[in-house]
């Protein structure tokens, strides 16, 4: 398994500035994934972190509004963009660890007024 | 493409009750499934998982069994507590892609009565 970290853990934030989150694994991983959960819905992915080059985005997410650093294989930012009351979600980071399988941060709970 | 059907929630049971939450699955491939817990204000935690088919992932009181021919992954307890209130996602890997990407089920809330 991995210990992840992230911070910070919870945040309120005005419309129309950014937020950056950390992620921080206890050992080194080569497959690390951003995800938002908005209230009450499953988990959508957004982007896949790849260190030394540039993220990988799902459709529907663009760099411009969620910018992503890999810059060693412990660690991410996900930076969310000119925010809006929309963007209020949780925001979780993944590792793969072992085979195939997840494993998740704590999450950020981010409230945008 | 690959996708997961959990049943819709809320689930409501008192203590000691047994627990069957649904779960099917549709994959080209041959995934890995997974379920997670989430409990209230926290991240997603790692419940049980199997490989292959006719695996019994087991955690914690919870166990769930790999069907190919029924496509389902079920989770079940067979008495549940109230620290077992919480939301559980289905979920499965698509290794074969090389990705390790996860198709994530809507969830199911639960909620266990003292």
């Known amino acids: 398994s991995a210990v992840i970290s992230q911070k910070p853990s919870r945040d309120i934030c005005q419309r129309g500035t950014s937020l950056t989150i950390q992620c921080q694994v206890d050992?080194?991983?080569?497959?690390m994934f951003w995800y938002r959960q908005q209230p009450g819905q499953s988990l959508t992915l957004i982007a896949t972190?790849?260190?030394?080059?540039?993220?990988?985005?799902e459709s529907g997410f663009v760099i411009d509004k969620f910018p992503i650093s890999r810059p060693n294989l412990t660690f991410s930012t996900l930076t969310v963009s000119n925010m809006s009351p929309e963007d209020s979600s949780i925001y979780l980071c993944?590792?793969?660890?072992?085979?195939?399988?997840?494993?998740f941060g704590p999450g950020t709970r981010l409230t945008v007024l | 493409g690959d996708s997961v059907t959990q049943m819709e929630g809320p689930v409501t049971l008192s203590e000691e009750a047994f627990l069957t939450i649904n779960c099917t699955y549709t994959?080209?491939?041959?995934?890995?499934l997974f379920w997670y817990v989430q409990y209230p204000g926290e991240g997603l935690q790692l419940l049980l998982k199997?490989?292959?088919?006719?695996d019994k992932g087991s955690n914690k009181g919870f166990e769930a069994t790999y069907r190919k021919e029924t496509t389902s992954f079920h989770l079940e307890k067979g008495s549940v507590q109230v620290s077992d209130s919480a939301v559980y996602f289905c979920a499965l890997s698509d290794h074969p892609s090389g990705t390790y990407k996860y198709i994530f089920g809507t969830g199911t809330r639960l909620k266990v009565l003292a």
């Open positions: 050992s080194q991983v080569t497959m």
């Open positions: 972190a790849n260190q030394g080059s540039e993220a990988t985005y």
């Open positions: 993944s590792v793969v660890a072992e085979t195939d399988t997840q494993y």
């Open positions: 994959a080209t491939g041959y995934p890995s």
């Open positions: 199997a490989t292959k088919a006719d």
